[in-house]
Nanobody
Framework: VQLVESGGGFVQAGGSLRLSCEASGSIIEISSMGWYRQEPGKERELVAAIHNGGRRHYADSVKGRFTISRDNDWSTLHLQVDSLKPEDTAMYYC???????????????WGQGTRVTVSS
């Protein structure tokens, strides 16, 4: 499975972006997907996920501001990021898992990331 992210950029605080992740290859293996983010020197954190069955998970720091969605066949994953804050600045990574609940397991596949920079 290959994952390619797009949609990152530079925005002012309060702005919005729509991140996308295109999956290719053996996507039939995918059961859950998510978006992670990481800043240098910090741990990678799960921002949002869609688990097998459709349940969504959000980090407390992004609830009400970020919305994750996907195509039915897992070919495309989106993350709508609204009301951005400077602390949202990070590299955002798309990930996919053969597991049913990506929040509980380590992903099997990672994208290369797309950078989001939010100015104050």
């Amino acid at each position: 499975v290959q994952l390619v992210e797009s949609g990152g950029g530079f925005v002012q605080a309060g702005g919005s972006l729509r991140l996308s992740c295109e999956a290719s290859g053996s996507i039939i293996e995918i059961s859950s997907m998510g978006w992670y983010r990481q800043e240098p020197g910090k741990e990678r954190e799960l921002v949002a996920a869609i688990h097998n069955g459709g349940r969504r998970h959000y980090a407390d720091s992004v609830k009400g501001r970020f919305t994750i969605s996907r195509d039915n066949d897992w070919s495309t994953l989106h993350l709508q990021v609204d009301s951005l804050k400077p602390e949202d600045t990070a590299m955002y990574y798309c990930a996919a898992c053969r597991c049913r609940v990506i929040a509980f397991m380590s992903p099997d596949y990672w994208g290369q990331g797309t950078r989001v920079t939010v100015s104050s």
